[in-house]
């Protein structure tokens, strides 16, 4: 069992800067990998960012949606049980409630860890608005 707590959403403009944190408890979070995703007003739930273990667990990597490629950093810091998105740049089109998830994936497939319902422990979510 694997609670998530994220952290750090709040209201920044146009071109402002965010980290978010997603805090885990648990004795196992290097094995997991962790996902952020997003959910804006009215629309479907979509990837952000991932980050996990591949190479059959010897390097770890990470991935991103198109339209935050560039912009986006996921990281992550195993003695603290912490996962950070730091974002960059941000539009209006960021808005959203983004949310930290984790599974302990054999693997990196990206038709894996781009996909929400692949993922066991969600956090409760964290509002970022951008806004002028």
């Known amino acids: 069992q694997v609670q998530l707590s994220e952290s750090g959403g709040g209201l920044v403009q146009p071109g402002g800067s965010l980290t978010l944190s997603c805090a885990a408890n648990g004795r196992t979070f290097i094995d997991y990998s962790m996902g952020w995703f997003r959910q804006a007003p009215g629309k479907e739930r979509e990837f952000v960012a991932a980050i996990g273990w591949a190479g059959g667990r010897t390097r770890v990597t990470s991935d991103y949606t198109d339209s935050v490629k560039g912009r986006f950093t996921i990281s992550r810091d195993n003695p603290k049980n912490t996962v950070y998105l730091q974002m960059n740049n941000l539009n209006p089109e960021d808005t959203a409630i983004y949310s930290c998830?984790?599974?302990?994936?054999?693997?990196?497939?990206?038709?894996?860890?781009?996909?929400?319902?692949?993922?066991?422990?969600w956090g409760q979510g964290a509002q970022v608005t951008v806004t002028a």
């Open positions: 998830a984790a599974n302990d994936f054999l693997g990196f497939e990206r038709e894996t860890y781009q996909a929400p319902q692949k993922y066991a422990y």
